[in-house]
Structures are given as C-alpha cells and as structure tokens.
C-alpha cells in the first residue's frame, strides 16, 4: 500500500511482470526484448503517467537503469541496456507513478536468455542410424560424471519431428509433441528446461527419444532431412562456481531404434510395444552391452538447415482430462467410448492382457448405424494407437508422438469391460491462456460460443490448423482471414501468432514477394497464395490491437508491402480475376457442382470481386500500418491506391439501380458493405438489399465461410442485430444452430451434415472458420470494439446493442492491462449496464437510449444522476454528450453501473442499434 495525494490508503501495485508475455521465461533469444505489466487499483480513473525499469544480472550488477520515462506506456517498452549474454539470469523491477499521484513498485521478475546468436551453439546435429526416414522411434542416450553440487542446470534442446527429454530417468517438463512444426529448412525450434533438480554430484544419465512429428506431412523437405535428429546442450553451474557442459555429439552418444515405440505419424497414429521396453535406459548404469537392444554410436546427420530459434511461445500440453459418457460394448472384442465432446488429443487408457496381445484404439468424429467409429471423413488418416501388451500388471498407456482429432474411440481386441475408470480423454492443445468469456440469456448462443471455444482450442498446435482430424492439419491463411479475430478473443495468442507470422514470411519467395496459402507450406496449398490470404496482415495488427505487440508490424512491414504489391501487379484492367478459393464451401446449392473440394466454389460470388475486394482491405490495413510508423508518404500512397480499386471495383460489379453488387447475393453485398465499398448514398439501400435476400431464404445464410463472418458484421455494425439474431437462432439448414440439432458439439466445416458420400471428404466436424461468428458476441452484444490504433486496449469503445430477444449479457476479456468487462440486463423497464476498465485505459461507452429528449430518461451512474453536459462531477466520468440513439460517456478505469429508466410510457429505453455507422 502507498499514500496518496488526498492522504487516503491506494492499494496501488505493479503486477503481472512480462518479458515479451511470458512471466519470467526461460530461453529468451531476442537481442532486445520488451517488457510489460499490469497495474492494480480499485480506484477510477487510474492513469500511469511515469515509469522506471532497472535491469541487473543476478546477482546484482546494472545493465539497464530506463530513468523516469514520463509515459503510460506499460505495454512492449524495448530494453535498451548493455548488449544481453547468452545464458545469463537478468532481473529486472519496475516503479510507476499514476495520475492520482500513487507510486508503486513491483516485485522482482527475470528473464533468462538462452543462446542470443544461434552461432553460438556447439552442440551437433545427430540421429540413430543412416536411414530414411526413420519409422521406430530411436533413443539416444549419454552418461557423465558430475563432481559437485549443481546449482543451475539448463537444457536447450531441438529434437525433430519431436522430443522427449530424460535426465536420470524422469521425463522433464510438462509439454507434448514438442517443438512446434516449423519449416525446419528455414527455422527449427529448440526448448530451454531446468534440470538442475534432477541432476546429483557423480553418475548421471541424459536421454531423449524422438519421433517423426512433421516430417511425413512434409514432403518438399529434401530426403537427407527426412531423418528425426536432435541437437542438445547440457550447460551446468556447480557449487564451487565451476561449469561444464555436455552436448550432442557424435561418437559420444550412443542410439538405438529398437525402442518400444514403432511405426508412428501424426496422421496414422503410434504403435508401442510394451515387451520392448528398455528399463533404465535413460539412468546411469544401464549397460547398452547387455541390453535387449543394439545400441550404437550416435551418427551425424545432415542439419535441416534452419537457423535455430528459441521457441517464444506455449509449448503444447495436455491442458484438461475427459471422462467418458458412455463405454457401448459391440460385440466379445470390441467397445466404443464417447467422451461426449468433440476435441483433439488423444486417449489414456489402463489395459492388462496377454502377451503378444495387441489392442486397438481408433478415432473417430462420428458414429455409423451399427454404432462402430465412422472415419470416412479422416480420408487417409488411419488415427489408429496400437498397444501390443505384454502380460504384465495393467499399465496406464498413451502415445507419444501423434494426436487425433475426435469424440468417440473404438477399442478392439480388447474382452475386460472398460469402466469410465479405465479411460481418459487427454485434450492436447498449445498451451494458451483462456482470455474471453461470453454467457448471455439464450442458451443457443451459449451453446454456439462454446462449440465455437472447442473449436478453435482443437486447432491451436503451435500453429492455427484449419482440422485436427484428418490427413491436413494445416494453417491455411484463408481460414485464418475471418477467424483470427474470434481467436484473439478467445485465447491469449500473441505468442503463437507471433511465431505464426514467421511461419508465413518463411513461405515468402525472395523475388516476386508472394507468400504461399499454408505455412509451413506443405502437402497442400499453393504458392503465390490465393488473394483471400488477408491474414498475412490482419494477424498483425490484431496481435497490435489486442495484446499491444507491435513487433510484427515493425519488422514484418516489408514483407507485408511485398506481398501487397505482388497481389495489386496481378490486377487485368483494375481487377484480379484470378480466384481458387473465394467465399468457400457456401450451402451446396450455391456452390459450383463438383469444383474443387466437392463443390465448395462458390457458383454466385465473383471471384474477381473478393479477390480484388481483399486488395483494397490490404491497402487500407498498408495505410494504417505505414500511420502507425509514421511513413507519411506510404500513407498517401497506400489511400490513394486503395481509393482508386474501390473505384474499379464499383464500376465493374456494382449495379446502382439494384443496389446491388454482383449478382446481388448475400456474400457479394455484405462484403462489399463489409470493406466500406459501398458509396455512402447507396448503402442504406445495399443493406436493404441484403436483408431482403435473408428473408427471402426465411432468414438463412447462402454465405460461404468468409463472407458469413462479414455479412453478420454488416448487420451488427449498421443497425440490423434483429436480422443477425434470427440467423442465430436459426434452427434448421443451413445454421449453426442446424449443427447443434444434429449433435455437433463444435464447429463443422460445411453447413451439410456430412457423415459420407460426396462430400466425405470435406466434412471435418472440428473446423474453426464458420466459429468466425463467435467475435460478434463480443463486439455486437458486448459492445466491446478494440480501437485499432490503440495498442492492447489502451483506449476502447463500449457500444452493446440490446438487441429484442435477449435479456442479459455477461463478457468479460482477460486484456493485457487487466479486465475489461461489459455486462447488461434488462430490469423491468429499466437496463443496467454494468462495466469494468482496466488501470491505465480509458473507455467511450455508448448508453443506448431511443431516439428523443435525454429529458425522457433518468440515467445513473451507481446513485448519482447522470446530466449532459462537459463534464461530470462524478470520479472516473469525463464527457458526456448525445449522439443519435444514445449518450456517450467517457470513463476511465474501474467499475462503474449505470442504469437507464425511462420516465414515460412511450420512452423505452433504446437498442444502441445503428449507431455505429462507420466502423471497421
Ligand atoms: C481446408 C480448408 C481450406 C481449404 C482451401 C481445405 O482442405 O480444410 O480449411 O480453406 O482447403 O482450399
């Protein structure tokens, strides 16, 4: 607690100690990295007006004093100290001062930084033996002597496809299929752990086990690379201040590939042997001699030929348990589990039995007739574990290296019943925090954000994957076009996206600047990427917006600019025609017969209008980068370009008399409302149009999925959330809540409910890009818009629009400054509006009210009356002042309730509809 200027107690504190968003991380490679932090008060109005950060090496000496920096900047301020060395412990604390006078200090935090110059590294590259690829998983091991007390031990380590770390024969750390896939030709991942626990003074004993992870899904990698290969480094500090280190080399390792775990992929599943198990193995003493396996010495291998970086982000874990629903007996041998959710991850299972016996475990989304796994829609994933038992006491089992996307597991070969005792559902994911909630008064919509949730946590695995099921798994730039932004809302991503965008730039060829539709680019997908691959920069500048990490923009910009302009030479006359994709798998009656994917073309959608359409939405988001780097000339450029395909393309697709774009259908309309195309004397009448097609297909979407996302935005955004709810709670084909009804427990990636035929192969039932939807909760019914330009919700617009139907809503963001939160109920006549802003924010919230005299209502703010006018007396309010269809208020942070009473009969309090007119 500190004094305040008024003399009463502040609980003022500095909290939440980041570096580059991780709270004392481990590993960090950055040559500058950036810091940030929260700050408590229950106090309104809390603004940081200064800050000081001192950074030492432990124990002690200074190699960063900021000074007083008079700033409210907390977010992403640049270490600008002594030149960082590699494996070195820096701490660092922080003092601010706020606006109502308070000074606060923050606890001590760390970073620890790994190797700063990927040159630095000693270690080699080795595998098992000289075979490609390697289908058993090889062990590699190593003893040594340790003579001493450790005091810090660290392991940096890169195992490829993946790893498992041992030292004296415990596992280290807590994640899974690690590293993230990366292109290993450009970047290969490596992971810091502490073992300095594990390790004692004398004998000690290293293992690692690798798997094939991404290297059968890649198959542009060059053989030689085909080859699972690590790279390690042992680093140790002992007692008496000595070091050594030990690191993978060739000769002193030794390697064997007769394991337990045999033929594995991520597509295929894993078969483990338990009769070849290697006891000891990764302990001191076990003799390779006597050993049931042939041990050999470690080979060198050809290096994937990346550079090799830290891994700056959530390792991938196993973040949440199922118990089964159901265990259905089949027939003698055979049991289906139901774990009544649809997830990614994989099965634990407790099996006893025979040796030799071999047990089976499938996956599957769906359920045929006969009640049996129905994996027609995995195409040639075969998701199948395998576990050969060996007549031994029962044994808790599950693989290693694969994961499966799915709700029901067939067990084969396997007589005992099953008991929910016996069966576990891992959900695997990377590691991201849960930052959005949303609950409202329909249980529908409730239903539809947590499908919504299950689908996006079943695709984040180092990279956001459009399915965790089937023979892809791939990040696919189109999807991630419209989804991104209900991810930010969901999942705290900065760092996966972060690594993400380098994903992306990796793809990017150095002469034409065009980047390829997957990254890693692998299996499917093309280079240059369809148009539609917008993501390349939305993912910036959310990761901006939302977290306040600006690096993307600061380092990507070129890149960026590159591919803009490779996309704007490909225009014929002003237009690209050229379009693969487009507004993807709409309802199967409005898709081309049997294009590409079994008729997920769009039949009705121009190409060329969403193709060029993503033009200008790229320059729009050039000129709003180049701003935000203060390259003025760029800015010009960049609008008056942008201007000029806006331009294009009204003459060529918009039809002034039918108000119309295209041939005048939902996706055509609402993307052209969407980007601002639309001149500003016709877009009433657009909007119109569009409404009327939804009605004339009794309030159902013929939209594809990019342009559902846009055509829901549309109706948000200019006045029309009744239309957009009815879309909503619609219950029969094509809807969201058409999949509840069949069952689906997340997200399909067709509006069809495929369980075979045609569209088999197009029918993953776990597939984020129709949970696109999911950000206009948050935006629309919360109310909460993310000012672009203002990094991680410095500033934030509150303008929830209490559409009919809906009696209460409750959302809350988990935002780097703290919670933000917006909830509203209707009360009789009366609405209460209840908010919470994080310190250092400030908030325009518009109080919806009908149209009429502010005289018709009294509006509160806790007891006080709230007048229109400059300013209010009340803490924490600043500005009032009226607007069409409602009162705006500026607040600062803090908790505040506000209610709204309409003093006559005729004044209802108003919807906030319709006045958001003009916003992204
Ligand atoms: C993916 C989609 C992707 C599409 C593009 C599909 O196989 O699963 O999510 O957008 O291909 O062609």
Not at 515 to 543: C, E, K, M, N, W
């Amino acid at each position: 607690m500190s004094r305040t200027a008024d003399g009463g107690d502040s609980p003022l504190m500095v909290t939440g100690l980041l570096t580059d968003h991780a709270a004392d991380p481990l590993g960090i490679d950055e040559e500058r990295p950036r810091f940030s932090w929260r700050l408590g008060s229950d106090r309104r109005g809390v603004r940081q007006v200064a800050y000081r950060i001192t950074v030492a090496v432990d124990p002690g000496a200074e190699v960063w004093d900021s000074g007083w920096m008079e700033s409210s900047r907390q977010l992403g301020v640049e270490y600008d100290g002594a030149q960082l060395v590699s494996r070195t412990r820096y701490l660092w604390q922080l003092t601010v001062r706020t606006s109502d006078g308070n000074e606060a200090s923050s606890a001590l935090a760390f970073f620890e930084t790994a190797f700063v110059s990927p040159s630095e590294w000693t270690g080699e590259w080795i595998g098992a033996v000289a075979m490609t690829p390697s289908v058993p998983a090889p062990l590699f091991r190593r003893e040594f002597d340790i003579d001493g007390e450790v005091v810090r031990g660290r392991v940096y380590v890169s195992g490829l496809g993946y790893y498992e770390l041992f030292v004296n024969g415990s596992r280290i750390g807590d994640s899974v299929l690690d590293p993230a896939w990366t292109d290993y030709r450009s970047r290969a991942l490596y992971a810091t752990h502490d073992v300095g626990a594990n390790l004692r003074p004398g004998r000690n004993a290293i293992g690692v086990s690798l798997g094939n992870g991404w290297f059968e899904p890649m198959p542009s990698a060059v053989p030689s690379q085909l080859q699972p290969q690590v790279i390690l480094e042992l680093h140790l500090e002992l007692a008496d201040g000595e070091t050594m280190s030990i690191v993978s080399r060739r000769g002193e390792w030794m390697a064997t590939i007769d394991g337990p775990i045999g033929d594995h992929s991520i597509y295929g599943g894993e078969t483990y042997d338990l009769r070849r198990e290697l006891p000891g193995w990764a302990e001191p003493g076990f003799d390779t001699a006597a050993s049931r396996a042939r041990w050999r010495a470690a080979t060198p291998v050809e290096p994937p030929g990346g550079v090799l970086r830290t891994q700056a982000m959530e390792p991938i874990r196993v973040v949440e348990e199922l118990s089964p629903v159901t265990i259905t007996r089949l027939s003698r041998d055979s049991q289906v589990v139901d774990f009544g959710q649809n997830f990614a991850g994989w099965v634990k299972i407790r099996l006893v039995g025979d040796t030799g016996k071999t047990v089976s475990v499938r996956h599957s989304e769906l359920l045929g007739d006969d009640g049996a796994v129905n994996t027609v829609n995995l195409r040639t994933a075969t998701a199948t574990d395998r576990y050969v038992l060996d007549g031994q006491e029962p044994r808790w089992l599950e693989p290693h290296f694969t994961y499966h996307g799915f709700r029901y597991a067939q067990i084969d070969g396997y007589t005992p019943d099953l008991t929910p005792a016996d069966v576990v559902g891992r959900v695997v994911r990377s590691a991201v925090p849960q930052i959005g909630r949303f609950r409202c008064s329909d249980p529908l919509l409730e239903q539809i954000h947590r499908n919504v949730v299950w689908t996006e946590g079943s695709n984040l695995h180092g990279l956001p994957t459009d399915c965790p099921q089937r023979d892809e798994r791939l990040a696919w730039l189109n999807d991630m076009t419209v989804r991104a932004e209900q991810a930010v809302h969901n999942f705290g991503l900065a760092r996966l996206y972060r690594k993400w965008f380098d994903d992306i730039v990796d793809t990017q060829g150095d002469v034409t600047g065009a980047i390829a539709d997957t990254a890693p680019h692998a299996r499917y997908g093309h280079r240059p990427a369809d148009p539609v691959v917008s993501s390349f920069l939305l993912v910036p500048q959310l990761v901006h917006a939302h977290y306040g990490e600006s690096r993307l923009i600061e380092r990507g910009y070129e890149n960026l600019a590159r591919w803009v302009s490779y996309l704007a030479s490909l225009r014929i006359e002003g237009i690209i025609e050229q379009s693969e994709i487009g507004d993807w798998a709409p309802p199967i009656s409005e898709a081309v017969d049997g294009s590409a994917g079994s008729g997920a073309v769009s039949a009705l959608t121009p190409g060329g209008l969403i193709s060029t359409g993503f033009l200008y939405l790229n320059l729009m988001l050039m000129a709003g980068f180049a701003r935000q780097l203060e390259r003025d000339e760029d800015v010009g450029r960049y609008e008056a370009e942008a201007d000029e395909v806006r331009g294009v393309i009204n003459a060529r697709y918009f039809d002034a008399e039918r108000a119309s774009y295209g041939p005048g259908n939902q996706s055509s309309n609402g993307f052209a409302l969407y980007l601002g195309l639309v001149p500003e004397e016709h877009r009433g009448a657009v909007l119109e149009a569009l409404v009327s097609d939804i009605e004339e297909h009794d309030f159902h979407l013929t939209t594809g999925n990019l342009c559902t996302k846009y055509v829901m935005d549309v109706l948000g955004r200019f006045g029309r959330a009744d239309v957009a709810l009815r879309l909503l709670t619609q219950r029969t084909y094509p809807s969201w809540g058409y999949m509840i009804e069949m069952g689906a427990t997340t997200i399909w990636e067709r509006w069809e409910h495929v369980t075979g035929g045609v569209l088999a192969g197009m029918g993953s039932h776990n597939h984020p890009m129709y949970g696109a939807v999911d950000s206009w909760f948050y935006r629309y019914l919360g109310g909460i818009a993310v000012v672009d330009e203002a990094s991680g919700f410095g500033e934030v617009r509150i303008e929830p629009i209490l559409v009919e139907g809906i009696d209460w809503v409750d959302c809350e963001l988990e935002t780097p400054r703290g919670v933000l939160a917006s909830r509203w109920r209707r009360n009789g006549g009366r609405v209460e509006i209840d908010l919470t802003i994080p310190p250092n924010s400030t908030a325009s919230i518009l109080l919806p009210l009908a149209e009429g005299a502010f005289e018709d209502y009294e509006i509160r703010e806790g007891d006080q009356p709230l007048g229109k006018g400059p300013a209010t007396s009340i803490p924490g309010l600043g500005e009032t002042a009226a607007e069409r269809g409602g009162m705006r208020v500026l607040i600062g942070s803090g908790n505040y309730s506000f209610s709204i009473t309409p003093l006559s009969a005729g004044a209802a309090a108003g919807d906030g509809a319709g006045q958001i007119e003009g916003r992204r």
